[in-house]
């Protein structure tokens, strides 16, 4: 019964810790406690899905994110202080630190409440840019609800967002209407690969001060769809940091509510199930991929079969080192993660999965096809005839894609020439059969020289030995 009870138990902390992939204790920095109930329906479904959550104020001096050199949470939500300051605890530097080791963060800021110098020294350090002056929102006068800013035009109703690339994923589509009100623009800047734009604005949004009553708008921001209004930053070690323009479009009064367009259609919002897919995303629940087995071995290829018939296994598994010239098959077993469980990996078929066969720089670029699949995960495979070069080489699968945890596989192995055993016998080579017909013709024409030497001695003469007087 013992090894039943360590069973069950080692099944039930398996299943809440399955909801995210990176742990479950999430800290949400909220510098009131009455306005958790503006948030109760976003909490909520956060507490549903297994999230431990802990509320803190920015201002409580006991507050660390890290303790004993190691996480406490391992999530953070910021919503926005009404102070200047985060705390001695949330600094840019802290925060940083806390992306650099796996922890994810899901940052709110509004037009309501003037944007903190230390959140806009952090996202400066993404290449992610805030408006100068830290009161300006975003407008636009052709998508608003007609209801609730029929005068200032800052409650922006937009379509979900579609996908990035026909060979990225979209973790955010759907059907429906987001609602944003008094958002701030961010602006990406295009040198760091690791950002990318969840939801832009309309291309006639703008944004401006409304403090600077003026009847024009000569130099805004930015314009159309150079405004981000939620971005997306994924590290190098595959940490999320979200920034969402609006907390307002997190507030139960705009989860499922009515709005009306300029046309006058009446629509319901999308923001609840925009915000649980945002959340998710960021806190590692969808786009995690798992590496599960890689295997290499030496092959025979059978060109006449196919699937897995087509190549036997020679040898043993994850041999260190092989020859010039071998036929070898590389095998990689990879997972999604989605929401609680893991599903096989599917690769648009305008993507490629390739596996690298590399020194300083690959000799060969090979596409990756799926061989087999499991209830959680797929077999992916190639087979590669290696290069006539000796050397330190490794397999390296390099998967690298927007909204994706980051897949970097390597494994070295050591390719030597042929042995002296190794090389053909000379007569199995077309080519050095004139040699060898040469050599063969040098010795029987020496021999037949030598024979006719021989057998050619003078006769001898009597006649020839006597002394003449």
């Not at 309501?112 to 110098?117: E, G, I, N, Q, R």
Request: with cysteine; charged share 20%.
């Amino acid at each position: 019964m013992r090894w039943l009870f360590s069973f069950l138990l080692l099944a039930l902390l398996s299943w809440v810790q399955a909801l995210s992939s990176s742990g479950a204790r999430l800290l949400v920095v909220i510098e009131e406690a009455a306005e958790k109930e503006k948030y109760s329906q976003f909490l909520g479904d956060l507490e549903g899905r297994g999230f431990k959550l802990s509320y803190e104020s920015p201002k409580n001096e006991k507050l660390a994110l890290f303790q004993h050199g190691e996480r406490a949470y391992d999530h953070v939500i910021l919503l926005p202080p009404k102070s200047k300051g985060l705390g001695p605890a949330l600094t840019p530097n802290h925060l940083l630190q806390f992306v650099n080791k796996g922890g994810n963060i899901l940052l709110t800021l509004s037009a309501d409440c003037p944007t903190p110098s230390a959140i806009s020294s952090l996202l400066l350090e993404l290449d992610i840019h805030l408006p100068p002056d830290r009161t300006s929102l975003v407008v636009d006068h052709f998508n608003y609800d007609t209801v609730s800013a029929s005068d200032k035009h800052d409650v922006l109703l937009l379509p979900r967002p579609k996908a990035l690339r026909s060979d990225v994923t979209n973790f955010f589509g759907g059907d429906g209407t987001i609602v944003f009100p008094r958002s701030v623009a961010q602006e990406l800047g295009n040198a760091s690969p690791l950002l990318a734009q969840i939801l832009s604005a309309p291309s006639t949004a703008y944004s401006y001060n409304p403090k600077e009553e003026t009847e024009t708008v000569e130099d805004p921001f930015a314009v159309g769809q150079q405004i981000s209004l939620v971005s997306a930053m994924q590290a190098r070690n595959s940490a999320r940091f979200t920034i969402v323009g609006s907390v307002e479009a997190l507030e139960d009064k705009w989860f499922d509510a009515t709005v009306k367009t300029l046309g006058g259609k009446e629509t319901k919002t999308a923001n609840k199930q925009f915000a649980k897919q945002i959340s998710a995303w960021t806190f590692m629940e969808t786009g995690v991929l798992k590496v599960g087995r890689v295997e290499h071995h030496l092959s025979s290829i059978n060109v006449g079969a196919s699937g897995n018939e087509s190549v036997a296994q020679l040898g043993y598994l994850n041999p260190t080192i092989y020859r010039v010239k071998n036929d070898v098959t590389f095998n990689i077993e990879l997972s999604s993660y989605d929401n609680d469980h893991l599903v096989p990996l599917t690769i648009s078929p305008t993507d490629a999965l390739q596996l690298e066969f590399t020194m300083l720089s690959p000799y060969h670029r090979l596409n990756l096809q799926p061989i087999s699949t499991t209830a959680n995960s797929t077999l992916f495979s190639t087979s590669v005839r290696l290069p006539d070069q000796h050397g330190i080489f490794s397999f390296r699968v390099n998967y690298k894609r927007p909204f994706l945890t980051y897949i970097d596989v390597k494994r070295e192995v050591s390719v030597r020439h042929f042995a002296h055993d190794e090389w053909p016998r000379s007569w199995m080579i077309s080519g050095g059969w004139v040699w060898i017909a040469g050599v063969w013709t040098t010795v029987a024409g020496w021999v037949v020289f030598v024979a006719i030497w021989l057998y050619s001695e003078p006769t001898f003469s009597p006649s020839a030995g006597k002394k003449m007087q």
